[in-house]
């Protein structure tokens, strides 16, 4: 059973930076596709970013150029470096693992538990 932990949320004021980590276990890492969705009060989930097996990544536009996803295959972990922050990025931040590569939410079928991301103005 694949189980994904996130850590590394936080209070932050405009312009600060924020890294989360997801570190997952159960799973050949190195082969699974992860994502990193956000979800503000009264608004829908949102695809941030993904870091795809073989390395390639994805950004929505409201984060690229301030967030770099990474992973290290042998921690079993992936990271989502947010620099720039803005009060819009305020969210709880979800990691979430699909067997191939997935841009709904509905398609991960592994999802961690959250971490509350707060950017004070």
């Known amino acids: 059973q694949v189980h994904l932990v996130e850590s590394g949320g936080g209070l932050v004021q405009a312009g600060g930076s924020l890294r989360l980590s997801c570190a997952a276990s159960?799973?050949?890492?190195?082969?699974?596709?992860m994502g990193w969705f956000r979800q503000a009060p009264g608004k829908e989930r949102e695809f941030v970013a993904a870091s795809w097996s073989g390395d390639s990544t994805w950004y929505a536009a409201s984060v690229k150029g301030r967030f770099t996803v990474s992973r290290d295959n042998a921690k079993n972990t992936v990271y989502l470096q947010m620099n720039g922050l803005k009060p819009e990025d305020t969210a709880v931040y979800y990691c979430a693992g699909a067997w191939t590569r997935a841009f709904r939410s509905a398609d991960f079928g592994s999802w961690g538990q959250g971490t509350q991301v707060t950017v004070s103005s």
């Open positions: 159960g799973l050949p890492f190195s082969t699974y596709n």
